[in-house]
C-alpha cells in the first residue's frame, strides 16, 4: 500500500530523477509481486492482465479506483480494501472499489459539462464555480479544463456560506501566488506551483479573491506561457 502511494505521489508532483527514480522503480517491482491480497483482487476486478505493474497502471487503473473511494464516500474504504486478509471479503471490497469509481467517472462528467458551460471567453484564468459541486471531483474537474483551454482553473464549490476551491495551472504560472496576494479574503489555502486548494466564507469574500486572481494573471500571464506545449 505505501509503495502504490509512493509511486502514485512521487510521480505526480516530483521530478522522476535521483532518489525519486529509485524509489518508483523499486516500488514498482514490489507491486508486481503482488503480495498485497486487495491489490491482486483490485487488479483482477480492472482486468489488469499484465504481470507487471508499470506507472501507467498505477494512474489509470489502480490509482483511480483507490481514490474514488475518499472522493465519493470514505478513504477507510480503500484502507480496507488494501489491508483485508481475507479472500472472499478482499473481493467483495475490491468489486466496492471499482462499482464506486464508475459513480466518480459519472458524476465528474456530469460536472465538468456544466463547469465548462461556464467558462466566460477572454479571461487568462478560468473562474468557475456551483452549489453543491462534490468537493471531491472539483480538483479532477479544474485538471479536465485546464487541459482543454490551456488557462489557469479555479473550481470552487459553494456550500452555504463556505466555498472550497481547487486550483490548476500550466508551467509558468504558479497557481498559489494569486491566493497569496487575496489571502486576506481567503480562510486558508495552500499548495504548489502547478495544483492548489483554498477556502473561503462567505460569497463576497470568495469573489474578491477571484477578482484579484483574474487581475493579477491578466497581467502576469503571456501568450508564451498559455502557448500550449
Known amino acids: 500500500f505505501l509503495d502504490l502511494v509512493a509511486v502514485s505521489t512521487i510521480s505526480d508532483i ?19 509481486s503482488r503480495k498485497n491480497l486487495g491489490l491482486r483482487c ?6 489488469l492482465k499484465s504481470r507487471e505493474i508499470d506507472t501507467g497502471h498505477v494512474g489509470f487503473i489502480l490509482g483511480p479506483r483507490i481514490n474514488a473511494a475518499g472522493r465519493m464516500t470514505h478513504a477507510r ?17 475490491a468489486a466496492n472499489l471499482d462499482g464506486t ?24 484564468l478560468i473562474v468557475v464555480y456551483g452549489e453543491g459541486w462534490q468537493l471531491g471531483l472539483i480538483g479532477l474537474v479544474a485538471g479536465k479544463l485546464l487541459s482543454d483551454f490551456g488557462r489557469p482553473v479555479f ?12 486550483g490548476r495551472s500550466v508551467p509558468g504560472f504558479d497557481i498559489t501566488r494569486p ?4 489571502r486576506e479574503h481567503l ?16 460569497e463576497d469574500q470568495f469573489l474578491k479573491a477571484m477578482d484579484m ?9 503571456s501568450d508564451d506561457i498559455l502557448t500550449p506545449r
Not at 474504504?77 to 471490497?93: G, K
Not at 491566493?179 to 487575496?182: D, I, V, Y
Open 14 to 32: 516530483a521530478p522522476l530523477v535521483s532518489e525519486n527514480r529509485i524509489l518508483v522503480k523499486f516500488g514498482l517491482e514490489e507491486l508486481s
Open 42 to 47: 483490485l487488479g483482477e476486478v480492472a482486468k
Open 77 to 93: 474504504h480503500a484502507f480496507e480494501a488494501l489491508t483485508e486478509e481475507d479472500d472472499i471479503a478482499a473481493a467483495m471490497l
Open 101 to 124: 469509481n464508475r459513480d466518480r467517472q459519472r458524476e465528474s462528467d456530469v460536472l465538468y459539462r456544466e463547469a465548462r458551460s461556464l467558462v466566460r471567453d477572454g479571461d487568462k
Open 155 to 166: 473550481v470552487a464549490a459553494r456550500h452555504g456560506n463556505r466555498f472550497v476551491g481547487s
Open 179 to 182: 491566493l497569496h496576494a487575496a
Open 187 to 202: 480562510l486558508k489555502f495552500g499548495g504548489h506551483p502547478q495544483a492548489c486548494g483554498f477556502t473561503a466564507m462567505g
Open 213 to 221: 486572481a483574474r487581475a493579477m494573471a491578466s497581467e502576469s500571464l
